[in-house]
């Protein structure tokens, strides 16, 4: 009797499941469809992997977008996780290209076995800090940023602002961000452990939207309207809205580069995706999606 | 059991063999269990200890500073450790009562009807991804609590708490629930006949009787919610900072693992130290068994409990 009831319970649930599922099938059907015929014809075995960086993999994928569109035999994957995941994923073996949106560390270069890395300079990116939109602050210099972010300054009060306590957005040790920021903006020092990690642009973009007192620091590309950039001053020098304008005339101070690397020179596919991408066509969608170009 | 009516129908040498071959296999089987269980403890201490030689044991467990990513790097996991106890016994704290009462609910008071029904939806519960939790916690009830508590920040231990004890309540439903319909009609009908009401036959009998059962069906809770990963990442904040209260964002040992693997290089030191980890991790769970395995040792236990 009980074996059966509990039989019964389980087809009832299983039933339930699967007419949830077929339900959410309904909705995402047409997507996957899409990315299965573009996954579809591979003959010529051109398969890449490009693995890294967050900030740089929107310019892989509309790379890729368009490679893939000249070369439908072809199949690039470009998976966004981390600069830190790219390099590792490059060393093990797993990664064809990596995406980095700092340099290579000497550590990470000893870490290749066989053939030496091979760096490309693909595009600058500008780092933008923000803010939620109801925030009155509009400005901080470089050194109110870092006293924020290694924990000296904990309350708006403090910058001018309201009587708050400051929820400070850093991105995983992963990121390239993250190190760049660290660099650069902390000289070094470490980030105050009070920091939440978010694990990608978008999440940090996210969870300021969300939260009145937030700080957070992203890719240029992905400030939207639901945040605030702030103005950056260094060394007590004027004011720079971060836009794409001040970041190419140099004016802007928080701007780094961004890297592929493969390992050794690039043969095949790669050279084939990395020569496309540094070609007029391929920096031209650099700036589309926001970014400064390496090549102009 | 049952042996003589396959003798019956089938000739007499074929069912010895038979039953000597299934047991076989299901020997098979079960030693492959155990054989798997070792192979992983195994594999965790090789790729793990190497960690031990760089860091002590007291300090990789007593440290409170997690950086991975600065010269020298520094391995302190007591952060990760206290983030994902305060998840942990947040989560109990809310799922056991509410679950033990529903499956008391279900299985003393509810109509026959009503409980196959509630049963049948709260399994379901149990096959929703954790993703899909810790997505609903994110855009739901993370905003829902910011305004209730007027936080500056909901990605708390205390949310990530909420989150876990609704995905860890299907398991601790569904097998006390089992657990009460197993307490023999015998002990309800004589406190019954003694004029005891079905409120104090539930209290006073049917939940002692199966007291060993419903911990074990806790314990099990706990043992989801201590080893959930993807759901905590997304709700819990994510600062590798010493928690000091279930409003602190906090990041758990599983989280760490699963946010900087892919950063590691195979066999690297932040590679042995996330191993490392996982070694707390496991300690930690094997106590939770080791202590389920005692507090249900007493004799109903051995009667009920151990089958679960």
Request: aromatic share 10%.
């Amino acid at each position: 009797m009980g074996f059966r009831k509990t039989c019964l319970r389980k087809l009832l649930a299983a039933a339930l499941l699967v007419g949830v599922l077929f339900m959410m099938g309904g909705c995402g059907g047409n997507e996957e469809e899409k990315a299965s015929s573009s996954n579809e014809e591979k003959e010529y075995s051109g398969n890449l992997q490009v693995n890294g960086s967050t900030t740089v993999a929107p310019i892989a994928q509309a790379w890729a977008e368009e490679f893939m569109k000249k070369y439908p035999e072809s199949k690039i994957v470009v998976t966004g996780t981390g600069s830190g995941d790219g390099i590792a994923a490059l060393i093990n073996g797993t990664a064809d290209i990596a995406m980095a949106s700092r340099e290579m560390k000497e550590e990470e270069k000893k870490q290749f076995k066989g053939e030496k890395p091979k760096e490309f300079f693909i595009g600058t990116d500008a780092l933008s800090v923000i803010v939620h939109p109801k925030n009155p602050i509009k400005s901080l210099t470089l050194e109110q940023l870092k006293d924020i972010y290694t924990g000296k300054i904990t309350n708006w009060k403090e910058l001018g602002g309201n009587d708050a306590e400051i929820i400070v957005y850093s991105r995983d040790s992963s990121s390239g961000t993250y190190e760049f920021f660290k660099e650069f903006v902390l000289e070094g020092e470490e980030y105050t452990p009070d920091a939440r990690r978010a694990p990608s642009n978008s999440a940090v973009v996210q969870s300021v939207a969300q939260e009145e007192n937030a700080i957070g620091y992203i890719g240029l590309s992905f400030l939207n309207e639901n945040v605030k950039g702030l103005a950056l001053s260094i060394n007590g020098k004027e004011l720079v809205e971060p836009s794409f304008e001040t970041a190419a005339s140099g004016k802007y101070p928080l701007v780094r580069k961004l890297y592929m690397y493969t390992v050794g020179d690039p043969e095949g596919l790669a050279k084939a995706f990395l020569e496309f991408g540094l070609s007029k066509d391929g920096q031209e969608i650099v700036k589309k999606v926001g970014y400064i170009p390496a090549v102009e | 059991m049952g042996t003589k009516e396959v003798i019956i129908t089938v000739e007499s040498i074929k069912p010895k063999f038979f039953e000597k071959l299934i047991q076989n296999i299901l020997k098979l089987t079960a030693g492959t269990t155990i054989l798997v269980l070792f192979l992983i403890f195994f594999f965790l201490l090789k790729e793990g200890y190497g960690i031990f030689s760089y860091v002590s044991l007291r300090d990789f467990i007593l440290g409170t500073q997690w950086l991975p990513e600065t010269t020298p790097p520094k391995f302190g996991a007591l952060p990760l450790i206290k983030g994902s106890l305060y998840v942990t016994v947040g989560a109990t704290l809310i799922a056991v009562p509410i679950g033990i009462s529903v499956a008391v609910f279900l299985a003393e008071a509810a109509p026959p009807m009503l409980r196959e029904v509630l049963k049948a939806v709260i399994e379901l519960l149990a096959g929703i991804p954790s993703v899909v939790y810790g997505f609903l916690g994110l855009t739901i009830l993370a905003p829902f609590i910011k305004e209730l508590f007027n936080l500056s920040s909901a990605l708390c231990a205390f949310t990530a708490s909420i989150v876990l004890a609704l995905m860890s309540l299907p398991t601790i439903v569904s097998i006390s629930e089992d657990v009460l319909t197993t307490v023999p009609k015998e002990y309800r009908e004589a406190s019954l006949a003694l004029g005891a009401t079905k409120w104090e036959t539930t209290l006073k009998i049917v939940i002692p009787a199966a007291r060993t059962g419903l911990i074990a069906a806790a314990m099990l809770g706990i043992g989801r919610a201590i080893g959930e990963t993807m759901a905590v990442l997304m709700v819990a904040g994510n600062a590798v900072m010493l928690p000091h209260s279930f409003f602190d964002p906090v990041r758990t040992i599983t989280a760490n693992i699963a946010a900087e693997m892919g950063e590691t290089v195979h066999g690297g030191l932040h590679y042995q130290a996330l191993f490392g980890l996982g070694i707390v991790l496991f300690v930690i769970t094997f106590i939770i068994n080791f202590l389920t395995n005692i507090l249900a040792a007493d004799k109903l236990g051995m009667k009920r409990g151990r089958y679960l």
